[in-house]
């Protein structure tokens, strides 16, 4: 059974930074592309980055460069996002999710969803 559970979400000041987790399970890392995505509040949910689990290649959405890094400890099936400089606008249930590697590098309809984790931003 494939399983993706988040966490790290929580309360955090603008300015400050969170480590989000994604643990997998149930399939075969190096042959996926992990992604994380954001839904806010009243909005659609929106793809910020994606990462291949055999080579590493990271995407981002533009408006997350520079402020997210995603990474992998391939030894835990674990992909992490490093937010830093958190905003308002950073608010939101973040989800990770997996798909087949693909010719996307970041597919916005994947096979896999774990439940969120809720970020709250305050100002």
């Known amino acids: 059974e494939v399983q993706l559970v988040e966490s790290g979400g929580g309360l955090v000041q603008a300015g400050g930074s969170l480590r989000l987790s994604c643990t997998a399970s149930g399939f075969t890392f190096d042959d996926y592309v992990i992604g994380w995505f954001r839904q806010a509040p009243g909005k659609e949910r929106e793809g910020v980055s994606c990462?291949?689990?055999?080579?590493?290649?990271?995407y981002y959405e533009a408006s997350v460069k520079g402020r997210f890094t995603i990474s992998t400890d391939t030894a835990k099936n674990t992909v992490y996002l490093q937010i830093d400089n958190l905003k308002g606008a950073d608010t939101g249930v973040y989800y990770c999710?997996?798909?087949?590697?693909?010719?996307?590098?970041?597919?916005?309809?994947?096979?896999?969803w774990g439940k969120g984790t809720l970020v709250t931003v305050s100002s």
């Open positions: 990462i291949s689990g055999g080579d590493g290649d990271a």
């Open positions: 999710a997996a798909n087949p590697i693909g010719p996307d590098p970041c597919p916005p309809f994947m096979d896999y």
